[in-house]
């Protein structure tokens, strides 16, 4: 990765999981909307710079020097925030090699538990997941328009160190909601971080699913990591009575299985292919919570 200079529009969780897998070679640039968490982004390799909507003469400076751009910022109602403050800048960005956005797998919608992969036909459920798809095309077409190749890693359910079924149990709010049939992907940030390392070292586009090989039932990862942490795992609450927020349960209105052909044909590998493997590496290597893991976990 030598030379490469990374910029990451919305360098939150995934963000800083990417940047702290930099082998060294790259420097790396990130924005956050919040001068208080600009320690945390240094902490994990990252110059931080505000980005609250628009383009300012850091962020000006810093996009002539990037070769390598990735957005990981949600669309908003009037589009995407980063295209709408900065498109004429990225379009004249002179070093500029590739683009990398991060999507969601909510763009498929509901597929009554079918198998979707990237040719599937996108048919968006929620708003937020309609605003993807729209914030997708553009992000195409402007590569199209520049003629470089813009990669769009359409993620599962993220989790990993601090944001997972481990620290639901241990801090208490860990569910076991049981809606018949209903299976989840999901996607442990170092994947997310590895497929996005390997992407750029090739300067490829398309379309990827960046999601984990095993869709699940959600109750039997809390389930699991009960197991590990040798407790007695929260009762199942059927679906249908539990007590959700309208988003949560907007969730469950989606299912489908998600294949993670192309991403692999590309050449990558993962390293945590199914929830299993990831819960056990955390456990074990005590790489799970915010704070002190501990073994076994203390009520």
Request: glycine share 12%; aromatic share 10%; net charge neutral.
């Amino acid at each position: 990765m030598s030379g490469k200079q990374v910029f990451i529009f919305g360098a939150g969780y995934s963000g800083k999981a990417f940047a702290r897998a930099n082998r060294g070679a790259a420097t790396i640039a990130g924005t956050t909307r919040s001068e208080e968490k600009f320690e945390a982004l240094r902490q994990a390799g990252i110059v931080p710079l505000l980005f609250d909507g628009k383009l300012t003469n850091e962020i000006g400076d810093a996009l002539e020097k990037t070769t390598h751009l990735v957005v990981s910022v949600g669309p908003e109602e009037a589009g995407d925030p980063v295209l709408n403050a900065t498109r004429q800048a990225i379009a004249g960005m002179p070093a500029l090699e590739w683009i990398g956005y991060l999507s969601t797998v909510g763009v498929y919608g509901d597929h009554g538990g079918a198998w979707v992969d990237e040719t599937a036909a996108c048919r968006p459920v929620s708003k937020r997941s309609v605003m993807r798809v729209e914030a997708e095309q553009a992000w195409e077409k402007l590569g199209r328009e520049i003629d470089w190749p813009v990669a769009i890693l359409r993620l599962s359910g993220i989790y990993g160190p601090g944001r997972n079924a481990l620290v639901n149990l241990e801090n208490g709010t860990a569910r076991r909601l049981v809606k018949p049939d209903q299976v989840f992907n999901r996607i442990h940030c170092d994947d997310i971080s590895g497929a996005l390392w390997h992407l750029i070292s090739g300067n490829r586009g398309g379309i990827f699913n960046v999601t984990d090989d095993e869709p699940a039932p959600p109750q039997d990862v809390v389930a699991y990591a009960a197991h590990l942490m040798s407790v007695e795992p929260p009762p199942g609450i059927p679906f249908d009575t539990a007590q959700l927020s309208p988003m949560a349960r907007s969730f469950y209105g989606e299912n489908k299985r998600v294949a993670n052909a192309a991403i692999k044909a590309a050449g990558y590998r993962f390293r945590f292919p199914d929830y299993r493997s990831a819960f056990d590496h955390m456990w074990a290597s005590g790489d799970w919570g915010g704070g002190e893991a501990r073994s076994p976990m203390k009520r």
